[in-house]
């Protein structure tokens, strides 16, 4: 079983920053894919932004040039730093790890930016 605890969540202000921390209880060295979704409330979950195991990432449109998805196989973890963060960016965060063609999700962390 592969346990994903999110961290970091809060409320700011527009145009401040956040930094996204998730924990893994595996080794992430061999995990092909891991992603950030959010999921605001009445939409569906959307991609947010994924890294693969040789470090090339992708974004949704949204977050292109603000956001940053980031790997340490050292530690196990996967960070999103989140800049110029705007009000459509509230919603919960999750961490998402696919491995072997199952997907694993933490809890979710709430990211609430105000006006």
């Known amino acids: 079983q592969v346990q994903l605890v999110e961290s970091g969540g809060g409320l700011v202000q527009a145009g401040r920053s956040l930094r996204l921390s998730c924990a893994v209880s595996r080794t992430i060295a061999s995990i092909n894919t891991m992603a950030w979704y959010r999921q605001a409330p009445g939409k569906q979950r959307e991609l947010v932004a994924r890294?693969?195991?040789?470090?090339?990432?992708d974004y949704a449109d949204s977050v292109k040039g603000r956001f940053t998805i980031s790997r340490d196989n050292a530690k196990n973890a996967v960070d999103l730093q989140m800049n110029s963060l705007k009000p459509d960016d509230t919603a919960l965060y999750y961490c998402?790890?696919?491995?072997?063609?199952?997907?694993?999700w933490g809890q979710g962390t709430q990211v609430t930016v105000s006006s």
């Open positions: 890294i693969d195991i040789g470090g090339i990432t």
């Open positions: 998402n790890a696919r491995i072997f063609g199952v997907y694993y």
